[in-house]
T-cell receptor
């Protein structure tokens, strides 16, 4: 089984609808992240959480909210979806016990979201 | 604010060629730099991680170098194969989070 899973893998929705993307991990990591990827722009950080009680905005948090339900679960919500939120969304985890010089992130397979 | 740039954005080469992908970053205060591979419909796979104190890392046909003072890294792929076709992303870690470049989309033709 994959260590980081995302559901759904693909979603098509309409403008104005509320959407929730879910991420679960079995790696036992405290830190979790949500990114979006647009063609040619790499990945940009939306929100991140360093533990269950910690939530932080990333580079592009406007129009999004998150919920950290447990150490293993981190959800991303679009309260009222708009077409320019059409993108590929990735969840990632990292282990805070790792030295900063070797710190890395582990990514889920991504969710392709299309807002019509 | 850290900015990461990758050149070229796309590259097409015949099988067997050696090639170099470039990554540049604006702030040299980093802990490490990573190269990831991204295949369509799949997540990111870490290829190489270079710590800030290191100059290069090697894995099989891949070699990544880091010149922190000039803000540059290169990924060298030797004897390219069609299976190397993917998007390659570099990312710098300046503490707690990664900043990504836009990626290089590589096509290796048989």
């Amino acid at each position: 089984d994959a260590d980081v899973t995302q559901t759904p893998r693909n979603r098509i929705t309409k403008t104005g609808k509320r959407i929730m993307l879910e991420c679960s991990q079995t790696k036992g990591h405290d830190r979790m992240y949500w990114y979006r990827q647009d063609p040619g722009l790499g990945l940009r950080l939306i929100y991140y959480s360093f533990d269950v009680k910690d939530i932080n905005k990333g580079e592009i948090s406007d129009g999004y909210s998150v919920s950290r339900q447990a150490q293993a679960k981190f959800s991303l919500s679009l309260e009222s979806a708009i077409p320019n939120q059409t993108a590929l969304y990735f969840c990632a985890t990292s282990d805070p016990r790792t030295s900063p010089s070797t710190d890395t992130q582990y990514f889920g397979p991504g969710t392709r979201l299309t807002v019509l | 604010k850290q900015e990461v740039t990758q050149i070229p954005a796309a590259l097409s080469v015949p099988e067997g060629e050696n090639l170099v992908l470039n990554c540049s970053f604006t702030d040299s205060a980093i802990y490490n730099l990573q190269w990831f591979r991204q295949d369509p419909g799949k997540g990111l796979t870490s290829l190489l991680l270079i710590q800030s104190s290191q100059r290069e890392q090697t894995s099989g046909r891949l070699n990544a170098s880091l010149d922190k003072s000039s803000g540059r890294s290169t990924l060298y792929i030797a004897a390219s194969q069609p299976g190397d076709s993917a998007t390659y992303l570099c990312a710098v870690n300046a503490g707690n989070m990664l900043t990504f470049g836009g990626g290089t989309r590589l096509m290796v033709k048989p």
